[in-house]
């Protein structure tokens, strides 16, 4: 009989995890869409796309290309949350390496010059996911997958019993 501990992540804390995950994958992979494949101006699926007015057409497609690849990556990161759900013990480091990530982009939102937009209306609740969220994700798949001791090893008296 194996004394080693087993992560068994199966309890409703960790199927409400799951959700969490899958919830904010799908959220993150459609706002990533929306950019990955219509660049600055974007595919028009969160509100207008008129907002851009071009001067200098090659640095508008420099920067064109680096917000699709941009959005491709973070089009990676939402469906890496979805699939990282279906295994929770096995993508926990990873995981909390995407939080961090994520938690870190929302630092970088610090920079821009007018902190009325990073927590106006528009983007606060995405703020308060980053800044908050994330690190509250990341203690709960710490808690989730933490190892525990199944119920039919004994705890005492293993060592004495192999004893000679």
């Known amino acids: 009989m194996s004394t080693t501990p087993t992560i068994l992540?199966?309890?409703?804390?960790?199927?409400?995890?799951?959700?969490?995950l899958v919830v904010l994958g799908a959220i993150s992979a459609f706002v990533a869409v929306n950019v990955a494949f219509g660049g600055l101006e974007t595919l028009g699926l969160q509100g207008p796309t008129d907002y851009i007015q071009?001067?200098?057409?090659?640095?508008?497609?420099?920067?064109?290309?680096?917000?699709?690849?941009?959005?491709?990556?973070?089009?990676?990161?939402?469906?890496?949350?979805?699939?990282?759900?279906?295994?929770?013990?096995?993508?926990?480091?990873?995981?909390?390496?995407?939080f961090a990530m994520i938690f870190t982009g929302g630092?970088?939102?610090?920079?821009?010059?007018?902190?009325?937009?990073?927590?106006?209306?528009?983007l606060m609740i995405s703020t308060l996911i980053e800044l908050a969220g994330m690190p509250v994700l990341t203690l709960w798949v710490r808690r989730v997958t933490r190892p525990t001791i199944p119920a039919s090893v004994?705890?005492?008296g293993v060592l004495a019993a192999q004893t000679p």
């Open 107 to 122: 630092i970088a939102r610090f920079s821009q010059s007018d902190l009325g937009v990073t927590f106006g209306a528009d």
């Open 54 to 98: 071009v001067t200098d057409h090659a640095a508008y497609a420099l920067r064109d290309s680096h917000a699709r690849y941009y959005g491709g990556v973070y089009l990676a990161v939402g469906l890496f949350l979805i699939y990282a759900s279906t295994d929770l013990r096995r993508f926990r480091t990873t995981l909390q390496v995407v």
């Open 9 to 20: 992540p199966t309890t409703s804390s960790a199927r409400a995890l799951r959700v969490v």
């Open 154 to 156: 004994p705890t005492t």
